[in-house]
């Protein structure tokens, strides 16, 4: 039985240590048949440094490396090419200084790796370093010039909440990346790689023949695993899974053609025994993403059931970053379908590839958005009284919950958008209990806040917001009477004849008490 690859990136030391390998040369093999410049985005931990150092030892002729692959007769070994490759995936770069050091020490490698000797290196002009080493390797191989970047924005994604610090690195690495136009008589292939796609003015200017192939169908599983993957090249590892289960945990991620699995979850769950845990999200949860959402404050359940156009997918600015951009691009949200819009174009659909994004993101934004420090405790209670319906247990968790949460976050998120908080924290809440939540579910009279979907109970839930200094329970609780009054029921009467029971909820908060002032309900017979 061959061995696991767990955190090994070099094409070397798996092929030359017996380690499973999922052969991807039939698509690099169509790659590199062309002087081609491209990019691809994927989310951390798809595989993507290895793809980097597989062009790495194919360009330099390292032919041992890829015997019985695709590839392997269908190469021209007797030509190589000098190989420049950055990578910016260690540590953390806080500032334009670190960053300039940074690109040196990297052209210094790439240049004594290469045997050359570049007599106008200088510190302070990276971008002109950059130039001279690609036609310095040119001119002594005599050859054209193969240029590898992976992790290309982590500098950025590690300063995301820091404008002003991003926008400067940012600035450093456009200048470094559109060298490649000048330089593009000395270039034989260039890809770049990383986790989100920022728009070609804001990074790649002038390089207008960068070809993005993130959505290209014809490269969906170039990165991940595939289902036949499993089933082949993993079938001794996984003798007697439960293939239905593991789907549903790990699988679904999509780029327009098949879809895949996180290739670090799959081998933690065969190293871990089949044991079922958020092993991607653990082992680099993204500390970029939390703090975007921690320092804006957006409004979580716009998250659920979304529908964008192209444009939304395609890239994002610094400035002005949308959510769910920076959610698809780091692998949180997936397109589920794309259908064309009556007015031209197309309407992508998103949802959270699997069950271990779900649970470990709103895991993640809960504690984030509620500050609780065991968030295990108020999962478990309120999973159980939603399960058995226990309407006074879920009325005392609530209560409970945010008379836990420090008041400044209150005061954060006080006006004009306090009810959005509210909704945050609980959307947030129950779907780390793995709970089906509808948010604003649209009927022909209006739209609920919440329907919420677990086991046999359907809660159609509305919340209102109460400013007064002294709120006193209303005879007739407004949250109850607007269900009521707009019918918000109707769609989910006839899951009653399938042994659903519904319930209507209504939930009343109060800025002053920031928390839960009344809670009615009522079950529909």
């Known amino acids: 039985m061959k061995k696991l690859p767990i955190g090994i990136q070099t094409l070397s030391a798996i092929r030359e240590g017996d380690y499973v390998y999922i052969d991807k040369t039939p698509m690099v093999h169509e790659m590199v048949n062309s002087a081609g410049r491209y990019f691809l985005s994927r989310p951390r931990r798809f595989g993507k440094s290895l793809l980097v150092d597989t062009f790495k030892e194919l360009f330099e002729g390292n032919q041992t490396l890829f015997k019985g692959l695709y590839i392997e007769d ?38 004594q790796r290469l045997g050359l000797t570049c007599p106008n290196f200088s510190l302070h002009d990276p971008a002109g370093c950059m130039a001279q080493l690609i036609q310095a390797a040119a001119k002594q191989y005599g050859s054209k010039v193969v240029v590898l970047v992976d992790e290309y924005d982590k500098p950025i994604l590690d300063n995301i909440d820091k404008t002003d610090t991003a926008t400067s690195i940012r600035e450093g690495l456009k200048n470094i990346y559109s060298v ?52 082949t090249e993993f079938a001794q590892h996984l003798q007697g899974v439960d293939w239905a289960k593991l789907k549903d945990w790990y699988n679904g991620y999509q780029f327009l053609g098949e879809p895949v ?39 979580l359940p716009d998250l659920a059931d979304i529908e964008v156009g192209e444009e939304v997918l395609d890239s ?46 709103n895991n993640q934004f809960f504690t984030d958005y509620s500050q609780q420090v065991n968030p295990l405790e108020y999962q478990k209670s309120l999973y159980k009284a939603l399960a058995s319906a226990d309407f006074p247990a879920i009325q005392q968790q609530i209560e409970s919950l945010f008379a836990s949460i420090p008041w400044r976050n209150f005061t954060k998120n006080d006006l004009p958008d306090a009810e959005g908080y509210y909704a945050s924290v609980l959307f947030a809440w129950l779907s780390s209990i793995n709970a089906n939540i509808i948010p604003e579910n649209i009927n022909n009279h209006g739209q609920v806040d919440l ?24 005879d007739s609780n407004p949250a109850l009477a607007q269900i009521q009054a707009k019918n918000y029921s109707q769609p989910y009467l006839a899951q009653q004849q399938a042994g659903k029971q519904i319930h209507q909820l209504g939930l009343v908060f109060n800025t002053h008490a920031r928390n839960l002032v009344q809670m009615d309900w009522l079950t529909i017979n």
């Open 316 to 361: 994002f600015d610094i400035e002005r970053i949308n959510p769910i951009t920076l959610l698809f691009q780091a692998g949180y949200l997936m397109i589920d379908r794309v259908e064309e819009s009556p007015w031209g174009g197309q309407v992508y659909h998103l949802r959270v590839p699997n069950k271990e994004v779900n649970l470990a993101l």
């Open 451 to 474: 329907t919420i979907q677990l086991g046999d109970h359907i809660y159609i839930t509305e919340i209102k917001l109460d400013k007064s200094q002294d709120y006193q329970p209303q």
């Open 261 to 299: 699995y996180n290739p670090f979850d799959v081998l933690l769950f065969i190293s871990n025994h089949q044991t079922y845990r958020n092993y991607w999200f653990e082992t680099g949860n993204p500390s970029f993403l939390l703090k975007l959402f921690r320092q804006h404050r957006y409004f």
């Open 74 to 111: 269908k190469w021209d070994w007797s030509k190589t090419f000098p190989v420049i490759k950055f990578s910016f995936g260690g540590g953390v770069l806080e500032s334009r200084a670190e960053l300039d050091q940074a690109i040196y020490n990297l052209l210094q490698d790439n240049q």
């Open 180 to 231: 490649f136009k000048g330089q593009d008589a000395h270039l034989q292939f260039v890809f770049m790689t990383g986790v989100t796609k920022f728009s070609k003015g804001s990074l790649f200017s002038g390089m207008n023949q960068l070809k993005d192939i993130t959505l290209f169908s014809d490269y969906a599983t170039l990165c991940g695993y595939t289902q036949s993957d499993l089933e």
